[in-house]
Every structure is written in C-alpha cells, then in structure tokens.
C-alpha cells in the first residue's frame, strides 16, 4: 500500500468515528487522536451513568423503564460494534504502516495508545450491557408484583388479558373471578389498617397455596383480587371457586391474639370469542355486585 492509500485508509476511521459522535467534518492525520479520544470517551460516558444506582432504578421504573432501557440496550450495543469495527480498521493501518515502514510515527504511537484503551473499553461496554440486560429482568419482575400481597398487580393483569384477548379463538377455555373480601372497611375501622393489610396477605397466601400453577392471581385494587383459571371447564370451575370460598371462611388470622374471620364474594365468567379485557372485567364485576347484593359470602355467573 502507497503512503496516500494509507492517508486514505485513515481519513476512513476518521469518517467512522465522527459518524459515532455526530459530527460531520473532514480529518486529517492529526486530528486522527483527537477523534480516537472522543470515541472512547463515548464508551467512557457509559461507565459514568452508574446504572447500579437506586435512583436510576426508579427513574426507569417511573418513566416506562423497560422502553428507555431496551433503547439502552440498542445503543449500547450499536455503538459497541462500531468500536469493534473501528478495532478491526485500526489493527488493519498499524499492520499497513509496519509493512510499508512509512515514517509516521506519531500517529502509530497514538493508534498502540489506544487500542489497549479502546480493547478495555469494548469489554466494559459488554459488561454494562449483560448488566443492564439483568437489571431490566429484575425491573419487570418486580413492577409486575404487587408489593404488599406478592402476586400479580392491575398492571400485570391488563398485560396478560390483553394477551388473551388478542388471539380471538383460543384454543382452550379460561375464566375470570374478581373476589372482593366481604366487610373490609369494617376490618380497617375495628383494628386498624395494619390488621387490614394482614388480611390482605393471609387471602394471598390462600389463594397460591390453593391453586395450581398454571392459574394466575392478581391483586385488582384495594381488598379486590383477581383470579384467572386456564383450561378449565364450567365444572371445575365451580368446584374450585366454592372450595376457595370454605378454606377462606373456614380459616381465621390470628392479629394481637384476636381471630378474625373473612369472607369474600365473587363474581365468575368465562372468556367468549370477541371478549376484550374491558368486556371480560365488566362481566365478571356485574356477577360481583349480584353475589354482594344478596347477601355476599357466596359466588354468582355471569354468561356473555
């Protein structure tokens, strides 16, 4: 290779790396280090954004974190391979420059200079990025719980209908129970609202020792739950909403050495053809209202 075909090949890296740090200029040999420099400190503001830290936790839970995060996760990984690229084409000129032996010494000592740094920092961008991919997981689980009672909260519950309802036919048959705890604002008036939230947890933990796996319970709103049963027909559906209903009423928890005894209502439907989340929960709630009106402790069907 002649000395301006390696000139050449450096104007290149200059392109690609003004292209990482939005610029759009022409380079020459010695702004060449000062480029270079700029891209690694890209990588540099990376490690900078302690993405560890409680505070950017929350900033991505509180503002839609799993869409600012997977962004994240493209630009991280966007620019990572860039850096590679940009290795390979730096690799690729200090090869050039010691089989031709051209007289460019300054430059081949800034390119050795960084491509030790620019090798750590592509290994730190990795690691960020396996971090962040962690952080996002954990981040999904947990806005997904509620976190008094530790099962599914409202917000996982318009997901997963959401889900079910956009694929129409399904091939099996689900129902929706909402059960609301009989007299909970009495509980909180007579013991307080720790009592209340006692109660609250005690119904959970009845409820997912009770059911089988592939049943899911979500905590609706206040002493609200809701409950959906996967392939499971009218019968067992009855069965199993009757038996919640006796263990429910047959246990009692123990707060300040007092038992209290609960009830609930509920209010049962099963998902038709056409049902949206909106549709489903507006049955289910009107079966509800039914079951509390006369008399409550008890449970009622509503059909589409």
């Known amino acids: 290779m002649q000395k301006d075909e390696l000139i050449s090949l450096a104007n290149e890296m200059c392109k690609e790396l003004s292209t990482i740090i939005d610029q759009q200029e022409s380079a020459s040999k010695e702004q060449i280090a000062n480029y ?32 600012i995060a ?41 390119f050795n200079e960084i491509q030790l740094h620019m090798s750590d920092e592509v290994k730190k961008a990795n690691e960020i990025i396996t971090q962040l991919t962690t952080q996002v997981k954990v981040l999904e689980e947990k806005s997904n719980l509620d976190s008094l ?28 129970l909402i059960l609301d705890i009989d007299d909970f604002k009495s509980i909180n008036d007579k013991h307080g609202h720790l009592a209340g939230d006692k109660v609250l947890i005690f119904i959970a933990n009845i409820f997912k020792k009770t059911l089988r796996d592939g049943d899911k319970v979500f905590r609706y709103g ?5 409950i959906i049963l996967n392939r499971i027909d009218d019968e067992h559906c009855l069965k199993i909403t009757k038996r919640l209903l006796d263990i429910v009423r047959s246990n009692k928890l123990i707060y300040k050495g007092e ?46």
């Open 259 to 304: 038992g209290l005894r609960v009830t609930m209502s509920v209010g049962v439907t099963k998902y038709s053809s056409g049902d949206t989340p909106d549709s489903i929960i507006a049955r289910a709630d009107k079966a509800l209202y039914k079951a509390k009106s006369s008399g409550k402790n008890q449970m009622v069907s509503e059909k589409k």
């Open 222 to 226: 206040g002493e609200e739950f809701v």
């Open 70 to 110: 997977d962004k994240s996760l493209s630009s991280y990984a966007n620019t990572n391979q860039n850096i590679e690229k940009l290795t390979k084409l730096h690799e690729k000129t200090l090869v050039e420059c010691n089989t031709q032996h051209i007289d460019l010494p300054s430059l081949t000592t800034k």
């Open 149 to 176: 009672t530790k099962v599914y909260n409202r917000r996982a519950l318009s997901s997963h209908l959401k889900m079910l309802c956009s694929n129409g036919d399904l091939p099996y048959e689900f129902h929706l």
């Open 36 to 67: 270079l420099r700029e891209s690694a400190q890209i990588i540099m503001d990376i490690d900078n954004k302690d993405i560890t830290s409680k505070g950017f936790v929350e900033s991505l839970f509180h503002n839609a974190y799993k869409e």
